[in-house]
């Protein structure tokens, strides 16, 4: 991995990498209708110009204020926070299933009120203290402002999925003015983020034999890993002691 870099490619960010448009014949049955066709293509058409730039600098401003931080924390203490950063802007293709797994309405004015992680940044610590050190310097910045929290990590998902997302908004100056874009921040170790990785696999992929009980033997590797990032913790404190 690239200690802040972009490095884009990821579970839950197969779409990292600018997708090629899907095509029409493409479309899922249920949105083949006319009016539905029309909207992605529309989406498409509308993603490539101005609104992919504002995510795009969005993004851009987060990822530097992140290493922005780390750097001033290796400063301060001698140790990095950050082990890498993963960004990507989510493809059209990723935004309509999205629309549609949440039963959105389907209109392309809306999107940006009802997708907020459009923008993805994923900050991978090496140790779980850290993430609550990332947060708390993430909240310290005067420029960025944190408008929702889910804590995973103290909180797990039923299938052991831990992370802590945020969404901040960034101040980006357009020919218009000011406008406020979100960006979605995850913050999860490395041990949580190759167990992350795996189970999109298990979900995304077809035709696996015996996935329930691979479903519960994945939850019991998040208890081990749990387990062993807290160990690692503890660890790390008593040689920085
Ligand atoms: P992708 O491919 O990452 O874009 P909300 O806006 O709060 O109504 P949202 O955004 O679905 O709903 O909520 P949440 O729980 O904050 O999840 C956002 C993202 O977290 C997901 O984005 C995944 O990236 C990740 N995530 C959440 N739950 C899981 C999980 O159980 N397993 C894994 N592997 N990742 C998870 P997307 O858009 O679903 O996907």
């Not at 979100?182 to 992929?205: C, D």
Request: charged residues 30%; hydrophobic residues 35%.
């Amino acid at each position: 991995m690239t200690k802040g870099g972009i490095n884009m490619a990821d579970e839950n960010h197969n779409e990292l990498q600018p997708q090629p448009h899907r095509i029409v014949d493409d479309l899922p049955s249920e949105l083949s209708t006319g009016a539905a066709v029309k909207e992605v293509l529309n989406l498409t058409q509308k993603f490539d110009g101005e609104f992919k730039i504002r995510y795009q600098t969005a993004l851009d401003l987060i990822v530097a204020k992140l290493n922005f931080i780390d750097r001033s924390y290796q400063l301060e203490h001698d140790a990095t926070l950050i082990d890498s950063i993963q960004s990507r802007i989510k493809s059209p293709d990723s935004i309509v299933e999205k629309m549609e797994r949440k039963q959105l309405n389907f209109t392309t004015d809306r999107i940006a009120d009802y997708i907020r992680d459009i923008a993805g940044v994923r900050v991978i610590t090496r140790f779980i203290s850290d993430i609550e050190t990332m947060q708390r310097l993430i909240k310290e910045q005067p420029d960025i402002q944190v408008v929702t929290e889910k804590d995973y990590v103290a909180n797990p998902k039923a299938n052991g999925y831990r992370s802590l997302h945020l969404i901040v908004e960034v101040p980006v100056y357009l020919s218009t003015g000011e406008e406020r874009i979100p960006v979605e921040i995850q913050i999860r170790t490395i041990g949580m983020n190759f167990w992350a990785s795996l189970e999109h696999e298990l979900n995304y992929k077809k035709d696996i034999p015996n996935k329930e009980q691979l479903r519960t033997d994945l939850t019991r590797k998040a208890h081990d890993i749990t387990q062993l990032d807290e160990e690692m913790d503890d660890l790390r404190a008593k040689i920085r002691k």
